[in-house]
């Protein structure tokens, strides 16, 4: 049974930064390229961030509105993928999903998730 547990959310300030977690199992987490979605109120899931298997600090693509901010990373030996989230604003808050895709060999474009987690809620007051 596959799972993705986020962690790492909370409530805070503008300008102030925050790590979230996905851990995963039941897969074989190197095989699959993993990335991360967000919902807020009202709005359709949309992409953040996305990273590919081998991961070497190119393989990575990020949606216009975090890119500067945000830091998609991995560490496939604790099945982790994480996203450092610095300068947040306002507009950052919503619901952060994790998701994972088997690998297609690229990750421009963002990812098609086979698999989603349950979800972790950033919030952002001015």
């Known amino acids: 049974q596959v799972q993705l547990v986020e962690s790492g959310g909370g409530s805070v300030q503008a300008g102030d930064s925050l790590r979230l977690s996905c851990a995963a199992s039941?897969?074989?987490?190197?095989?699959?390229?993993a990335g991360w979605f967000r919902q807020a109120p009202g709005q359709e899931r949309e992409f953040v961030a996305a990273?590919?298997?081998?991961?070497?600090?190119?393989?990575?693509t990020y949606a216009d509105s975090v890119k500067g901010r945000f830091t998609i990373s991995r560490d496939n030996a604790k099945n982790t993928m994480y996203l450092q989230m610095n300068s947040l604003k306002p507009e950052d808050t919503a619901v952060y999903y994790c998701?994972?895709?088997?690998?297609?060999?690229?990750?421009?474009?963002?990812?098609?998730?086979?698999?989603w987690g349950q979800g972790t809620q950033v919030t952002v007051s001015s």
């Open positions: 998701a994972v895709e088997r690998s297609t060999g690229t990750v421009v474009g963002g990812i098609r998730p086979d698999y």
């Open positions: 039941g897969l074989t987490f190197r095989w699959y390229a």
């Open positions: 990273i590919d298997i081998n991961w070497s600090g190119g393989s990575t």
